[in-house]
């Protein structure tokens, strides 16, 4: 979903690059809670990883592809603060080195796809966490879940961004559809791999997700009382 | 069952990040992505302009070579590795100053 430079308006760009600033500076103060010495090993690795997997673009429909957002396995394995700084260095590359995705657009980058995939996949990953039951398997259920919404949102935050300073005078209901509808397919792939991603690393070392911290706490503190209880 | 190392966690991550950019890339679906293809059909695909940096060496993950397969593995490696530096690095000075505000903290502390 890389902007080019051009799609929209000079003041849609220069509010949503305001917007993207703040966010990534309130994430690198915020982070600092996130990063102890077991997530923050992880965290260029991450990344890495979102890069690699970004570069992969899977066939969704007739002559339409998609690729990972990245925002709910950053956010899960390493924290949201810190999953907005892995997206958006990851984004910063893309532009940068890569062509891919506008420079002026990188506000906007940064705004659909570190700050809302993020945020939304992050908020729908502990929702469900605290409705659904407490143990570690649910966790790369819930990442996926909060994967594949974020991105139909992701499209629909572009839609809104488009009927304010979009660059075309076009239908914004015809837009909606068209993109909310593919990009809920590509959401299914997306959620596909954070299933995996998530769950490869949750199998092998559950302590180094951060996004299942509460669920092993809680696990410790129930082992805990069992024991004290045998030993009065 | 033996516990699985940060290292050999790191590594493993490290390594699949390298294939999939270094190898796997190669066959990554060429087709517009989801908002190329409706920016198309709607009529604003040509609204886009031209790339800042669309001429350099590994603009759109070319690097150029003769072998389109090792192109765009050497743009997917080298990206990797600079998004991985950068990633690390950030990592570093949020923790760093994290410490130093912890150690002012503790000798605000001390010294009342």
């Known amino acids: 979903m890389h902007v080019p430079d051009g799609f929209f308006d000079a003041p849609t760009s220069v509010v949503t690059g305001v917007v993207a600033a703040a966010a990534v ?3 690198l103060r915020k982070a600092r809670n996130e990063l102890d010495d077991r997530t923050a090993p992880l965290v260029g690795l991450v990344a890495a990883f979102v890069f690699a997997a970004q570069m992969l673009n899977f066939p969704v429909v007739s002559g339409t592809s998609g690729h990972l957002m990245g925002g709910a396995i950053a956010a899960v394995l390493v924290g949201p603060w810190t999953g907005v700084l892995c997206l958006s260095t990851v984004l910063l590359v893309q532009g940068l080195l ?9 506000g906007t980058n940064v705004v659909l796809m570190a700050v809302t995939t993020v945020v939304v996949g992050w908020a729908v990953f502990r929702g ?17 879940v909060g994967a594949f919404v974020s991105v139909p949102v992701a ?38 791999i954070t299933f ?19 669920v092993l706490e809680q696990r410790e503190l129930v082992i805990r009382s069992s024991t004290t209880e045998v030993a009065a | 069952m033996k516990r699985v190392s940060t290292k050999v966690v790191a590594g493993g991550i490290l ?11 190669f066959y990554a679906s060429d087709s517009p992505d989801g908002l190329e293809s409706v920016a198309e059909d709607k009529g ?4 886009a302009g031209d790339h800042a940096t669309g001429d350099g060496p590994l603009a759109d993950y070319d690097a150029g070579l003769d072998s389109e397969r090792a192109s765009v593995g050497v743009a997917g490696v080298v990206g990797v590795l600079v998004v991985l530096a950068l990633g690390t690095g ?20 001390t010294s009342a």
């Open chain 1, 98 to 106: 890569f062509a891919d995705g506008g420079i002026t657009a990188l």
């Open chain 2, 15 to 25: 390594l699949v990040a390298l294939l999939l950019a270094g190898f796997v890339s």
């Open chain 1, 128 to 144: 469900l966490q605290v409705v659904l039951p407490k143990n570690t398997a649910m966790v790369p259920v819930c990442a996926s």
């Open chain 2, 44 to 47: 604003f695909v040509d609204t």
């Open chain 1, 25 to 27: 500076g309130v994430s």
């Open chain 2, 90 to 109: 950030l990592t570093y000075v949020v923790r760093r100053r994290t410490r130093e505000v912890d150690d002012e903290r503790d000798s605000a502390t």
């Open chain 1, 155 to 192: 499209s629909l935050v572009f839609v809104a961004l488009y009927a304010v300073g979009g660059g075309a005078d076009i239908s914004i209901g015809g837009l909606a559809t068209a993109m909310v509808g593919v990009h809920a397919l590509i959401g299914i792939g997306e959620a596909a």
């Open chain 1, 196 to 214: 995996l991603a998530v769950g490869s690393i949750l199998a092998v070392r559950p302590d180094l997700v951060y996004g299942a911290r509460r």
